[in-house]
């Protein structure tokens, strides 16, 4: 009898074990965020390098743009409230392998105090992160966009080199700057060109279908060449460029007027063409991005009625 009391009293005990251990809380590790690592970037950076693309209006006014904005990602509370220094090269090598880019002369632009640079061209940025920021950035001020040539694309370039504070330097540590400047009338178009072998003829456009070499929706482009005017060609002979000349009222281009560039009339009078009339605008509509221009000139032999239409 008492073996099976002792039975029956084991039995009770291991219930009761096994219902405070199904009740009993199971404790997981809390996230550490980036397996307790303190990783330093660039946003938008890489390797190869990431491409932060600017276009800024061709005016002479100063424009701040955001050039590198280098964060820290912290696994807690403790490792933000240390103070980081973190070295940001001004990668001029990445510029220099690029042919297409043009590197941005230093005295074009200032940077912004809180990340002094030192050594010059190729030198260093130096940034401080206090306890509490996991962000700071290098602003570059540019005071005068007019200086650009807009047909070239401008470059910076920025590399994270070290970081202390147990920091780690991520794959996303390299980042381009492209600055490029446009005026508000400045756009890719698509062009259809169209030429008749007619007779003298007033401004319009001559019956029948066009003869040869004309052409629908190629690419071409508004380029800026200053703060108020724009080139584009024709798509006779050796392309002659219209050059577009407007006012800028509160961001509206307006009174547009045009001329075929004067470089090109002499090299067309060299070869013996002549401009019989034009050019003319038929059409100038920056809201919607069309344009239509019109000329006539006499090759020598015969007359070229000429209409370039550009539109999105």
Same mark, same amino acid.
């Given at each position: =009898?008492?073996?099976?009391?002792?039975?029956?009293?084991? @039995?009770?005990?291991a219930?009761?074990?096994?219902?405070? %251990?199904?009740?009993?809380?199971?404790?997981?590790?809390?996230? =550490?965020?980036?397996?307790?690592?303190?990783?330093?970037?660039?946003?938008?950076?890489?390797?190869?390098?990431?491409?932060?693309?600017?276009?800024?209006?061709?005016?002479?006014?100063?424009?701040?743009?955001?050039?590198? !904005?280098?964060r820290?990602?912290?696994? &807690?509370?403790?490792?933000?409230?240390?103070? =980081?220094?973190?070295?940001?090269?001004? !990668?001029?090598?990445?510029?220099?392998?690029?042919?297409?880019y043009?590197?941005?002369?230093?005295?074009?632009?200032?940077?912004? %105090?809180?990340?002094?640079?030192?050594?010059?061209?190729?030198?260093? #940025?130096?940034?401080?992160?206090?306890?509490?920021? #996991?962000?700071e950035?290098? +602003?570059?001020?540019?005071?005068?966009?007019?200086?650009?040539?807009?047909?070239?694309? #401008?470059?910076?370039?920025?590399?994270?080199?070290t970081?202390? @504070?147990?920091?780690?330097?991520?794959?996303?540590?390299?980042?381009i700057v492209?600055?490029?400047?446009?005026?508000?009338?400045?756009?890719?178009?698509?062009?259809?060109? /169209?030429?008749? &072998?007619?007779?003298?003829?007033?401004?319009?456009?001559?019956?029948? @279908?066009?003869?040869?070499?004309?052409?629908?929706?190629?690419?071409? $482009?508004?380029?800026?060449?200053?703060?108020?005017?724009?080139?584009?060609? %024709?798509?006779? +002979?050796?392309q002659?460029?219209?050059?577009?000349?407007?006012?800028?009222?509160?961001?509206?281009?307006?009174?547009?007027?045009?001329?075929?560039?004067?470089?090109?009339?002499? %090299? +067309?009078?060299?070869?013996?063409?002549?401009?019989?009339?034009?050019?003319?605008?038929?059409?100038? !509509?920056?809201? $919607?991005?069309?344009?239509? =221009?019109?000329? /006539?000139?006499?090759?020598?032999?015969? +007359?070229?009625?000429?209409?370039?239409? #550009?539109?999105?």
């Open positions: =009898m008492k073996y099976l009391n002792l039975k029956k009293q084991f @039995a009770l005990l219930i009761v074990a096994f219902a405070f %251990s199904a009740c009993k809380k199971i404790k997981t590790p809390e996230p =550490m965020g980036d397996a307790g690592q303190t990783l330093v970037k660039i946003i938008g950076g890489g390797t190869p390098a990431g491409v932060s693309k600017n276009p800024i209006d061709f005016v002479p006014i100063p424009k701040t743009i955001v050039a590198a !904005d280098i820290r990602n912290v696994s &807690n509370a403790t490792e933000l409230n240390r103070v =980081m220094r973190v070295t940001v090269k001004d !990668d001029i090598a990445l510029i220099a392998a690029n042919p297409n043009v590197l941005l002369p230093s005295n074009w632009y200032t940077i912004g %105090s809180s990340t002094p640079k030192t050594g010059g061209s190729g030198g260093n #940025y130096s940034i401080t992160m206090q306890p509490g920021d #996991y962000a950035q290098i +602003f570059i001020t540019i005071p005068n966009a007019t200086v650009f040539d807009p047909a070239s694309v #401008y470059a910076l370039a920025f590399t994270i080199t970081a202390d @504070a147990a920091g780690i330097i991520t794959a996303e540590k390299s980042i492209e600055i490029n400047a446009k005026n508000i009338v400045h756009e890719d178009l698509k062009w259809d060109f /169209q030429r008749w &072998n007619i007779p003298t003829q007033s401004v319009g456009q001559p019956a029948g @279908a066009p003869n040869g070499g004309s052409w629908l929706d190629q690419p071409e $482009t508004l380029t800026t060449i200053s703060a108020n005017q724009n080139e584009i060609h %024709s798509g006779y +002979f050796t002659p460029r219209y050059r577009l000349t407007f006012n800028d009222v509160g961001g509206v281009a307006t009174n547009f007027t045009v001329v075929i560039n004067p470089a090109d009339v002499i %090299s +067309f009078n060299s070869q013996g063409i002549t401009w019989v009339e034009g050019p003319n605008l038929l059409i100038a !509509d920056f809201a $919607t991005k069309r344009y239509k =221009m019109q000329y /006539q000139v006499f090759n020598g032999a015969a +007359f070229r009625y000429i209409i370039d239409e #550009y539109h999105k």
